[in-house]
């Protein structure tokens, strides 16, 4: 059974740093796309950033030249860096993961609260 693991998030002052890391276990053959979502009260999810296997990657307006996703496949774990937060930045924040076993899955992660104040 694939299953996601989050670490904690937290609470920030506005223009601080926070990193968040994803990491799979279980059995599989590999992992694809590795995503970071968020979701703020009263908001539909958003795709934040998003790598890919060969190390490509894509960001959100919202977050470009402040936040970086990164992955270490040998520890099956993606990270996102994040730089100079604003309150707005305030949301949960998931993982998202295409992973191969008989065939490709989207798993998700537990989530973890981020908290950014002014």
């Known amino acids: 059974q694939v299953q996601l693991l989050e670490s904690e998030g937290g609470l920030v002052q506005a223009g601080g740093s926070l990193r968040l890391s994803c990491a799979a276990s279980?059995?599989?053959?590999?992992?694809?796309?590795m995503d970071w979502y968020r979701q703020a009260p009263g908001k539909q999810r958003e795709l934040v950033a998003a790598?890919?296997?060969?190390?490509?990657?894509g960001y959100a307006d919202s977050v470009k030249g402040r936040f970086t996703i990164s992955r270490d496949n040998a520890k099956k774990t993606v990270y996102l860096q994040m730089n100079s937060l604003k309150p707005e930045d305030t949301a949960v924040y998931y993982c998202?993961?295409?992973?191969?076993?008989?065939?490709?899955?989207?798993?998700w992660g537990q989530g973890t609260q981020v908290t950014v104040s002014s």
């Open positions: 998202k993961m295409g992973i191969s076993t008989m065939s490709i899955h989207d798993y």
């Open positions: 790598i890919t296997s060969g190390g490509s990657t």
């Open positions: 279980g059995n599989f053959f590999s992992i694809n796309y």
